[in-house]
């Protein structure tokens, strides 16, 4: 049963949702502080945060950032209904997905059990079959889902390793925004073209000093970098 934590100061919102979660075979538990739930991800196993933007202590931004300098977890923001740049930051510095307040609680179950089904099922729907994939200075391990630059391990999020599956699945092909975005996200996500390119530039980032991601402008993204064969 998936176990998710969410870290939100509204009190009574924690009850219900646990509700819900459960109907759908989800643990949930809470966290009204930022220093609580960090201290519960510490000593704890779960499979994804929900994380507030407007939270005591350190906003969730802050919290964000706090949570990937130890772990890959899935992160799903609640934001504010029509503040963009919430969305805009939060998948900067590692958010997986977003939810603008008020919201249904259904929607935010369908976006969590999205981002859950593509942990269980991008390496083999990205690899074809083939579980490890090699370059010239990036292997990719598909079952373990690990990356390697120059023998160095890369630490990815689970949105940026299935970004990276997806292309390396298909060396040198082009993949729009879109085609991206409906592998990766599900149709019922709605669509937000200016995800792709945060995520992008945050892969591009982490992989540097290798430049394997190419743009081609108007057209999408392609991983350009040769084949070897494992050593």
Do not use: W
Request: hydrophobic content about 40%.
């Amino acid at each position: 049963m998936p176990r998710i934590l969410l870290i939100d100061d509204d009190e009574h919102l924690a009850a219900p949702l646990t509700t819900y979660f459960a109907r759908f075979g989800c643990t949930l538990e809470s966290a009204v502080r930022p220093s609580e739930g960090l201290a519960r991800l510490r000593a704890g196993t779960y499979d994804a945060a929900i994380l507030d933007v407007m939270l005591p202590e350190m906003d969730g931004f802050a919290l964000c950032r706090e949570i990937r300098k130890e772990s890959d977890i899935p992160i799903v923001m609640l934001t504010a209904r029509g503040e963009v740049m919430d969305r805009v930051v939060g998948l900067e510095l590692g958010a997986d997905d977003y939810v603008p307040k008020p919201f249904e609680p259904r929607e935010l179950v369908a976006r969590v059990q999205t981002i859950l089904r593509r942990q269980r099922s991008a390496p083999q729907a990205a690899a074809g079959g083939t579980q490890y994939r090699v370059f010239d200075g990036l292997s990719i391990d598909l079952d373990r889902r690990q990356v390697l630059r120059h023998g160095e391990r890369v630490e990815l999020t689970g949105t940026e390793f299935e970004l990276l599956a997806l292309l390396a699945a298909e060396p040198g092909k082009v993949f729009s925004r879109d085609d991206i975005l409906n592998r990766l996200r599900g149709h019922e996500a709605e669509l937000y073209t200016r995800a792709v390119d945060i995520v992008v530039s945050r892969l591009r980032k982490k992989l540097e000093p290798l430049d394997c991601i190419k743009t081609l402008r108007n057209a999408g993204y392609a991983l350009a970098v040769a084949r070897s064969e494992p050593a």
